[in-house]
C-alpha cells in the first residue's frame, strides 16, 4: 500500500469512527424512548386500576413534587404530533403506545446492524494499513 493509500484509508477510518458515534449517540435516543414508552405503559396500566381519589406525588419542575388527588377516568390526552393532543380511552392509548414501541424497536434494530456494517468496514480498512 503507497503513501497516499494509507493516508486515504486512515481519513475513511476517521470518517467511520464519526459515523459509528453518530449511530450510538442515535441508538442511545431510541433506547430512552423505548424505556420512557415501557414507564408509560407501567403508568397507564396503574391508572386502569386506581380508585377513586388516589393520592399522588406530581411534578411541578426542578425536582419538586406536590401532593396532589387523582381522580378516576377511563380516558386520557395523547400527543398526536405537532403540539396536538387528543383525548383516548386508556386501551387505546395502550395501543398505540404499543405500535410506537415496535416501531421504536425497529430502528434499534436498524441502527444496530448498520452500526455493525460500519464497524466492519473499519476493521477491514484498519487491516489493510496495518497489513502493510
Known amino acids: 500500500m503507497k503513501q497516499e493509500e494509507i493516508q486515504q ?3 475513511q477510518m476517521r470518517y467511520l469512527e464519526q459515523q ?4 450510538q449517540q442515535q441508538m442511545t435516543a431510541f433506547n430512552n424512548v423505548l424505556v420512557e414508552l415501557e414507564a408509560t405503559v407501567v403508568a397507564l396500566n396503574a391508572m386502569k386500576e386506581m380508585k377513586e381519589d ?10 419538586v413534587y406536590a401532593t396532589s388527588v387523582l381522580k378516576k377516568s ?12 387528543v383525548e383516548k380511552p386508556i386501551d387505546e392509548v395502550l ?3 404499543s405500535e410506537r414501541k415496535k416501531n421504536t424497536e425497529g430502528q434499534i434494530t436498524k441502527m ?9 468496514q473499519y476493521v477491514k480498512l484498519a487491516e489493510s494499513v496495518r497489513g502493510n
Open 20 to 23: 459509528i458515534g453518530y449511530v
Open 74 to 85: 377511563d380516558n386520557v390526552l395523547f400527543e398526536v404530533g405537532a403540539g396536538m393532543s
Open 112 to 120: 444496530t446492524n448498520t452500526a455493525s456494517e460500519l464497524e466492519n
Open 95 to 97: 395501543s398505540l403506545i
Open 9 to 11: 484509508a486512515v481519513m
Open 54 to 63: 388516589t393520592n399522588a406525588m406530581s411534578p411541578i419542575g426542578s425536582g
